[in-house]
């Protein structure tokens, strides 16, 4: 009985935060912030953002000298040399041999430093790369968010006409009722009527849709609706040269945008690498030292005759030594130099690709100026429309109730005033969104994501 009290309670928290979290209001930071958080595929390039920083650290370590120690045990059968004697005679005994090696580079053509330079920009290269992608799903985020605000405005245009035309039937109902109608304007009416309820259920199924796809951007769980916190659509009232501004517009997105400085990053990086390859040319110079020592269990004592102690031998035995070694490349199948064309041509390949990611976004930049020169246009002109469109229903309406025009003239004057309204309502959310991204490539703060990584 206990455990079945706890289920039914557990379903009602269940049920009471799915009904909690659905009432909530978002905003589009909140959309944005709650995306960023909880987004899988950031994951993997913060993965390699971790991989590429632990690459980084270990090139500087790299620098330390590197340290040795080994052991061995080895047990000797027939002819060999006598540890003691150094005479080679059938003989069996046990050997144990110890060392420490320590070696550190002197030189190495500066290719430990140029590595060190290397992998860090690369590790740049991906703390820029990542914050790329947290852009572009912000992007995402906010398209979602103001195609649920579009469809929420079309289901509002298309409420208006449902109640218009629920009205007109309500009144040629009573008008036909008293014998100012024929039957036949009835059925007119109804017909208008239930298209506008199937309209109407329409945008509400294209709600729920554009909900769904938000709420898979930003992978919130537990629920299937979202209500969002409708933000004001306001345009520029001061008219601005877009098409002067679009050149200092581009000056002020390559500074900061990051797939720009993550490409620049790796073109810097792949030079680096040249001079890495390049050091492969140059002599090596190192320094190493060591100890050593070893044990035989055949050690005798020539005044006692007994096998001398263990770490009297170890102390006897031991060995130090140190010295320099310099490595001069002469030919490896002119595998050095084939590495250093290699690497040149990935150097110019970097470069291009720096060069075409700055065009690309030279020329979308282009084409947000160009479309927002002309939603700003349109926008002017579809408002103009709909507030025409607004009076002329007016007019038809009330000559529509002195029977002056039939109800098909009053449909076609209602069906032109919604598809008016639809055309400006779509045309202010597309010059938001482009106003929005074009303040965005301004370097103005649209999103508050932070650049520090």
Known sequence: ????????????????????????????????????????????????????????????????????????????????????????????????????????????????????????????????????????????????????????????????????????????????EIGQKAKADVYEAESALLADQLLVTQNENNIIAAKLSLIQEMNLKGTTDISILSSTIETNENEVDLQKDKDSIFAKAESFIPIIKAQELRAKAAKRQLAVERGNLYPSLSLFAGYGSRYVDNGINDDTGEVIPFNTQIKDNAAQFFGVSITIPISNGWSNRSRVKQQKVAVMRAENTFEIQKQELYQLIQQLVQEGTALETEYQQSSQRMKAQILAFDIAQKRYEKGLISAIELNQSKNVLANSQNENLQVQLRLKVNESTLDFYKGLPVFNINRTQ
Not at 101 to 111: E, H, T
């Open 1 to 176: 009985m206990i455990n079945y009290r706890n289920k039914i309670l557990y379903f009602l928290l269940i049920l009471i935060s799915n009904t909690m979290y659905s009432q909530e209001l978002w905003s589009l930071d909140d959309c944005v912030k709650y995306a960023i958080e909880h987004n899988l595929q950031l994951n993997d390039f913060k993965y390699n953002q971790d991989a590429n920083k632990e690459t980084y650290r270990q090139s500087i370590r790299n620098l330390l000298p590197s340290i040795n120690a080994s052991a061995d045990y080895i047990k000797n059968f027939g002819r060999s040399p006598n540890p003691n004697t150094n005479i080679f005679e059938n003989n069996e005994f046990v050997s144990n041999a110890y060392q420490l090696n320590a070696q550190i580079d002197l030189f190495r053509g500066f290719q430990k430093v140029n590595t060190i330079k290397a992998t860090k920009l690369l590790y740049s290269a991906t703390n820029e790369e990542t914050l790329q992608q947290k852009y572009l799903l912000a992007f995402r985020v906010m398209s979602a968010f103001y195609d649920i605000q579009f469809m929420e405005g079309l289901l509002t245009i298309s409420k208006e006409q449902e109640k218009v035309s629920q009205n007109n039937y309500d009144l040629v109902k009573k008008q036909v």
